[in-house]
């Protein structure tokens, strides 16, 4: 079956530091790989998203890198701000039937 | 545009009592998706909706658990005799009527509590 592995939180970083959550995945076929974001009390959002080997993702100054050989799809940021202080989510599907990880909380302090 | 809709953003029911969810998609879009995070857990797939139709509701606890989604109105998630172990966050998500089904866009979530 699909499953997918996140790095264990919580993440606390000062401002402008580097951010990088790992995410490891476990899929039959090619399936696509998403990184979703949720904000306190809100829904999901998409952030990113790679739909086949060694494309990038990237939205809001985050990316993520589809790596078939490693199985991986890290996020990372270069510089973090304290509005990026939510949970993220790294998911695939092959179809619809979306497999998510058990998410990060990053808290990011001024 | 209206994103996805949820309704109640949080429910409190005894155990034994029914709790209905609701979901309005955004607009245009006629598929529904229902996933339940627990807490400390990602999202976990319920059921997959069309208009009149559930194509997949491989993730649906066998017993107590119901989704529909009408013809009018919004996508209901049903649970009958609630009890402790289905308190957690129930998101809706939606996507368009074309192939890329795997773009779904979230609500906010239903947060129930189970007293």
């Known amino acids: 079956g699909n499953s997918v592995t996140q790095m264990e939180g919580p993440v606390t970083l000062s401002e402008e530091a580097f951010l990088t959550i790992n995410c490891t995945y476990t899929a039959t076929g090619y399936p696509s790989l998403f990184w979703y974001v949720q904000y306190p009390g809100e829904g999901l959002q998409l952030l990113l998203k790679?739909?086949?080997?060694?494309d990038k993702g990237s939205n809001k100054g985050f990316e993520a890198t589809y790596r078939k050989e490693t199985t991986s799809f890290h996020l990372e940021k270069g510089s973090v701000q304290v509005s990026d202080s939510a949970v993220y989510f790294c998911?695939?599907?092959?179809?619809?039937?979306?497999?998510f990880g058990a998410g990060t909380t990053v808290t990011v302090r001024a | 545009n209206a994103g996805v809709m949820q309704n109640p953003r949080h429910l409190v029911r005894r155990r034994g009592q029914e709790a209905r969810l609701r979901c309005s998609p955004m607009?245009?879009?006629?598929?529904v998706y229902w996933y339940r995070q627990l807490p400390e857990e990602g999202l976990k797939f319920m059921v997959y909706?069309?208009?009149?139709?559930?194509?997949?509701e491989s993730g649906m606890p066998k017993e107590r658990f119901s989704a529909e989604f009408p013809k009018e109105g919004p996508s209901i998630l049903r649970i009958q005799q609630v009890v402790r172990g289905d308190s957690a966050a129930y998101f809706c998500?939606?996507?368009?009527?074309?192939?890329?089904?795997?773009?779904?866009?979230f609500g906010p979530g239903t947060r129930l509590l189970v007293l």
């Open positions: 607009k245009g879009h006629s598929h």
């Open positions: 998911a695939l599907t092959p179809d619809y039937k979306l497999s």
């Open positions: 790679a739909t086949k080997a060694d």
């Open positions: 909706l069309q208009k009149e139709n559930i194509i997949d």
């Open positions: 998500a939606s996507s368009p009527p074309t192939r890329d089904q795997e773009t779904q866009y």
